[in-house]
């Protein structure tokens, strides 16, 4: 289940906002609010997976309200007014309701809710290994790495090319990224098709690409983006 705070401003709105809720099997309704100041004071001795709120409200609208929560559930934003939409991507919403919406819209937004619900919960169950340590075989060898050590992993054909710190050459072996993806441990996270990098070691991330040093740049796909976008949220300090 995934638990709901709903807020609108204007009553009728939210009371059909919240019926809305109660027809989506896997929605539950924590609590229905009126205002962005309102909910705050929910948040703060409970908390909810999702937030559907409204942004043109009195004294603290909807965008702001969210920007200023620490821990942000994922959020789909409800408003009459359009032109807020592009802002509304801006702070990575589920989605983007324009009023007035019927219950086919608000369903394909609760698909997409539960997807990326689903997504995170399963990310953040991804089993650490128990050791440090893999043995890839290359050539006539077989070669003990240090995990920590991998700096990224590239698909090349039925192989992969694995980089290593301190090693000028990478590691080739023949496996697929689907089982590396599943023996390496959760601080690594396939941002491309062709590529799993190593979280701590990336030093900066622009639109499309991420840098791990002056010499490597990699790309990232368009259908690892929301992913790795969500990683992003969870470690960003400032709006």
Same mark, same amino acid.
């Given at each position: 289940?995934?638990?709901?705070?709903?807020?609108?401003?204007?009553?009728?709105?939210?009371?059909?906002?919240?019926?809305?809720? /109660?027809?989506?099997?896997?929605?539950? +309704?924590?609590?229905?609010?009126?205002?962005?100041?309102?909910?705050?004071?929910? +948040?703060?001795?409970?908390?909810?997976?999702?937030?559907?709120?409204?942004?043109?409200?009195?004294?603290?609208?909807?965008?702001?309200?969210?920007?200023?929560?620490?821990?942000?559930?994922?959020?789909?934003?409800?408003?009459?007014?359009? #032109?807020?939409?592009?802002?509304? &991507?801006?702070?990575?919403?589920?989605?983007?309701?324009?009023?007035?919406?019927?219950? /086919?819209?608000?369903?394909?937004?609760?698909?997409?809710?539960?997807?990326?619900?689903?997504?995170?919960?399963?990310?953040?169950?991804?089993?650490?290994?128990?050791?440090?340590?893999?043995?890839?075989?290359?050539?006539?060898?077989?070669?003990?790495?240090?995990?920590?050590?991998?700096?990224?992993? #590239?698909?090349?054909?039925?192989?992969?090319?694995? &980089? +290593?710190?301190?090693?000028?050459?990478?590691?080739?072996?023949?496996?697929?990224?689907?089982?590396?993806?599943?023996?390496?441990?959760?601080?690594?996270?396939?941002?491309?098709?062709?590529?799993?990098?190593? +979280?701590?070691?990336?030093?900066?991330?622009?639109?499309?690409?991420?840098?791990?040093?002056?010499?490597?740049?990699?790309?990232?796909?368009?259908?690892?983006?929301?992913?790795?976008?969500?990683?992003?949220?969870?470690?960003?300090?400032?709006?």
């Amino acid at each position: 289940m995934i638990r709901c705070l709903a807020i609108d401003d204007e009553p009728l709105a939210l009371k059909q906002l919240v019926a809305y809720i /109660q027809k989506v099997p896997f929605l539950e +309704l924590a609590a229905q609010c009126q205002s962005a100041v309102e909910a705050r004071a929910f +948040l703060e001795h409970d908390c909810v997976d999702a937030i559907f709120c409204d942004i043109n409200m009195p004294d603290l609208n909807g965008m702001d309200f969210v920007k200023s929560l620490a821990v942000a559930p994922f959020v789909v934003f409800t408003t009459a007014y359009s #032109e807020y939409a592009v802002e509304g &991507f801006r702070v990575n919403a589920v989605d983007y309701l324009l009023k007035p919406f019927g219950l /086919q819209d608000f369903q394909r937004a609760a698909q997409r809710l539960l997807e990326r619900v689903d997504g995170a919960r399963a990310a953040d169950e991804k089993p650490a290994p128990q050791v440090e340590t893999l043995f890839l075989k290359s050539d006539h060898r077989i070669i003990n790495v240090n995990v920590p050590d991998i700096r990224y992993v #590239e698909a090349m054909s039925e192989y992969l090319k694995v &980089f +290593l710190d301190g090693q000028p050459k990478p590691i080739i072996t023949l496996l697929s990224m689907k089982k590396m993806e599943e023996y390496l441990p959760n601080y690594f996270m396939r941002i491309h098709r062709s590529y799993i990098v190593n +979280l701590t070691k990336i030093q900066e991330v622009t639109k499309n690409r991420v840098t791990l040093d002056s010499d490597t740049d990699i790309p990232i796909g368009d259908l690892y983006k929301e992913a790795f976008q969500e990683y992003l949220d969870t470690k960003f300090l400032g709006r």
